[in-house]
């Protein structure tokens, strides 16, 4: 059997949007194949077609050599078919167990211990160190992950999907999921990695298929090409993986936080007396261990978290005490970590969510009635303008566009709102090459339009490479803050982990 999986001259089409046009994936056993495109290319729209979400327009599909018809997932399942999606499938109040077994309880007898003992098992002979008994929203994203595969793994899968798989990973859980994927096609799986990052596809990929604007561009050797080629072949032209930039030319401080103390939501100290500045025409990045007090930073400063004590300044304004609309009016925009939780209302068309901070001033409204006209005008310019993908253009409800895409339309509207001071958490997550580029582009933009950029990312190649300054923070406690290009990565690794510069390990 040379292919587990085969898809054959696949066409899927949505009203507006042709997602798929001819295109074939011959995955072979006990590989790790990647499918590589930009956001909006159609890879999960693909490979929720093999997974019976969607069904093909056109095409063949084939299984251990068999042609067969995935009308849904319990079919995929039968088959031996499982996936792992961006957003994870989980109800957060239910244990490991209960969420692996949903849906597939038995028909008269739900016998909780044996699964639960059967999991264990399978997460043993995994080495996925996850306990059946723990709840969903006690445990690490990564583990929620984990949690995905065992039910794959439960269901006997042979073909795992991956969608976007390190998305929401720290650089620790990155390295530990690719050793779970190594050890998985040792047991004799095979593997469907859906990416956009290059370095992982180089990492762990055998060969990769390529995809543009829902066509086949080909499949490649992953050892024979280089990164720059994959780049190129993704978005059909030449793509710079540095960023171009003058040297920084720090004005007067715009954001003045002092002997900051905040509580996460345990109630146990977030950050310990945490001073930092950020000035017009330089990105002050901050670096760090995901967890060390950086969400508690921005919501401190963007009015989602009250204090315990310190001061937040806007210029020369004492802000801690404002509304959040009032500080957005005085000028910060935030690019939220959590697109679908903080950064989008998902029910709310694409248009809509344009105008979400917006939509009382003129010319959006005027007398307290939404001026709809100005209102599609103005997200028709930045949907344009950001190049976000979907259907029905601004009048597509967000929850339908693509993870990537929905960043870009967040990315717009921040970066539009003119802001003195612009907070960016993670603000290329989920976005491939080309529009990391360019939204890297417009964040150095910014910064020599004479705005503060406050970096928020746990990707240290994104620090370093638009960041003048870095503050390294561990435990809520900034470590040190350094000029970018007196540093390196191994330096800044040992300050994440709370080791000063000229202190032993």
Request: glycine share 8%.
């Amino acid at each position: 059997m040379e292919y587990i999986v085969e898809m054959l001259g696949i066409r899927k089409e949505f009203p507006g949007v042709l997602a798929n046009d001819d295109i074939t994936l011959q995955v072979r056993p006990r590989e790790i194949h990647a499918l590589l495109g930009e956001n909006g290319a159609g890879k999960s729209t693909l490979m929720s077609i093999l997974f019976g979400l969607y069904h093909a327009d056109r095409g063949t599909i084939r299984v251990k050599g068999n042609e067969v018809h995935v009308t849904d997932p319990n079919v995929a399942n039968d088959l031996g078919i499982g996936m792992v999606h961006q957003h994870f499938q989980l109800v957060h109040n239910f244990t490991v167990t209960e969420n692996i077994i949903m849906g597939n309880e038995g028909r008269f007898v739900l016998d909780v211990k044996s699964a639960a003992k059967k999991i264990k098992e399978l997460s043993e002979r995994y080495r996925l160190s996850i306990d059946p008994d723990a709840k969903i929203e006690d445990i690490s994203v990564g583990m929620q992950q984990r949690v995905e595969i065992l039910k794959m793994l439960y269901r006997n899968a042979d073909v795992l999907i991956f969608d976007e798989p390190t998305a929401v990973l720290t650089p620790q859980e990155v390295h530990e999921l690719m050793g779970i994927m190594k050890n998985l096609t040792k047991e004799g799986k095979s593997i469907i990695l859906i990416t956009h990052k290059l370095r992982e596809i180089k990492e762990i990929a055998e060969r990769c298929t390529v995809i543009r604007r829902g066509k086949y561009i080909g499949t490649v050797d992953v050892a024979d090409t280089t990164q720059q080629e994959m780049a190129s072949m993704m978005v059909g032209r030449e793509v710079s993986f540095k960023v171009k930039k003058e040297p920084a030319k720090p004005g007067e401080v715009v954001l003045n936080v002092q002997n900051l103390t905040v509580l996460n939501s345990r109630k146990y100290e977030a950050l310990k007396n945490f001073s930092i500045q950020a000035r017009r025409g330089e990105i002050v990045g901050i670096a760090g261990v995901e967890g060390n007090g950086q969400t508690e930073l921005v919501e401190a400063i963007t009015g989602l978290r009250d204090i315990v004590s310190g001061s937040i300044k806007l210029h020369e304004d004492e802000i801690s005490a404002l509304s959040r609309r009032k500080r957005n009016e005085l000028g910060i925009a935030h690019i939220p970590e959590d697109r679908q939780k903080h950064g989008l209302v998902l029910e709310f068309t694409v248009g809509e969510n344009m105008v979400l901070k917006t939509y009382y001033q003129t010319p959006h409204s005027k007398n307290g009635f939404l001026n709809e006209e100005k209102i599609n005008a103005h997200a028709q310019r930045i949907v344009e303008m950001f190049d976000v993908r979907s259907g029905q253009g601004i009048y597509s409800p967000a929850g339908g566009l693509s993870g990537g895409n929905q960043q870009k339309a967040i990315v717009g509207r921040e970066i539009d709102m003119n802001p003195d001071l612009l907070i960016a958490v993670q603000p290329t997550r989920g976005l491939d090459v080309g529009a990391i580029e360019y939204i890297h582009k417009r964040l150095v933009e910014q910064r020599d339009n004479g705005k503060a950029v406050l970096l928020v990312s746990l990707e240290l190649d994104e620090i370093f490479n638009l960041s003048d300054r870095i503050v390294v923070i561990n435990s809520g406690e900034v470590i040190d803050v350094v000029k970018t290009e007196e540093t390196n990565e191994d330096e800044i690794g040992l300050m994440m982990a709370g080791i000063k510069r000229g202190e032993s390990r």
